[in-house]
């Protein structure tokens, strides 16, 4: 089981930047991806951005240019750096991994990013 918990949200003014952190914890075998994920009120929750065991990151294409995801070598923790953020950008952002023999995926709970104009 692996527990996971976000942190890093917050009001910030358009143009800012905000540099959001998941720490992961539990029995974490074999990790096959790790994603941010978002979900603005009224609407379905959307990707944001992947970055593979490998390492390869894919982006949505409204954060590309603007948003970088990472971990650290232990992949315990991921990060997603926002910067140029946009009114648009806010949601609550939601940590997921992909892992274990059998796949399964394991949310946190999400942290709050407002973007005011």
């Known amino acids: 089981q692996v527990q996971l918990e976000e942190s890093g949200g917050g009001l910030v003014q358009a143009g800012g930047s905000l540099r959001l952190s998941c720490a992961a914890s539990?029995?974490?075998?074999?990790?096959?991806?790790m994603r941010w994920y978002r979900q603005a009120p009224g609407k379905q929750r959307e990707l944001v951005a992947g970055?593979?065991?490998?390492?390869?990151?894919n982006y949505a294409d409204s954060v590309k240019g603007r948003f970088t995801i990472s971990t650290d070598n232990a992949k315990t923790s991921l990060y997603l750096q926002m910067n140029s953020l946009k009114p648009e950008d806010t949601a609550v952002y939601f940590c997921n991994v992909r892992a274990g023999l059998v796949l399964r995926d394991s949310w946190g709970q999400g942290t709050q990013v407002t973007v005011s104009s």
């Open positions: 970055i593979s065991s490998g390492g390869s990151t």
């Open positions: 539990g029995t974490i075998f074999r990790i096959n991806a």
